[in-house]
């Protein structure tokens, strides 16, 4: 069992950066892959971001490549998604996901955070 928690959401401006951390709790949450994913309002869940175990391999939705970077510490059990430049449609509840396979399907992930809110004013 992983339990997860994100925090860090919040309003920020256009251009402006933001950076998000997902606390995971479990004896094996190390071993996890995590992925980031995000939903707008009257909008499906999309996937944003995913980084393996060990951090050695990092995948991005296009809509976010070279503006969000994803990251982890093993040794805290953290999970980070910086943010920057970030635009209006960017706005949304964000979410931090484990799975033990790296993936960017959403619907494979096993465990799931409560979400954290970004809103991005123009």
């Known amino acids: 069992q992983v339990h997860l928690v994100e925090s860090g959401g919040g309003l920020v401006q256009a251009g402006g950066s933001l950076t998000l951390s997902c606390a995971a709790s479990?004896?094996?949450?190390?071993?996890?892959?995590m992925g980031w994913f995000r939903q707008a309002p009257g909008k499906e869940r999309e996937f944003v971001a995913v980084?393996?175990?060990?951090?050695?391999?990092?995948y991005y939705a296009d809509s976010v490549k070279g503006r969000f970077t994803i990251s982890r510490d093993n040794a805290k059990n953290t999970v980070y998604l910086q943010m920057n430049s970030l635009k209006p449609e960017d706005t949304a509840v964000y979410y931090c996901?484990?799975?033990?396979?790296?993936?960017?399907?959403?619907?494979?992930?096993?465990?799931w955070g409560q979400g954290t809110q970004v809103t991005v004013s123009s």
């Open positions: 996901a484990a799975d033990k396979e790296f993936t960017a399907i959403m619907r494979l992930y096993d465990y």
């Open positions: 980084i393996s175990w060990n951090g050695g391999r990092t």
């Open positions: 479990g004896r094996t949450a190390s071993s996890y892959a």
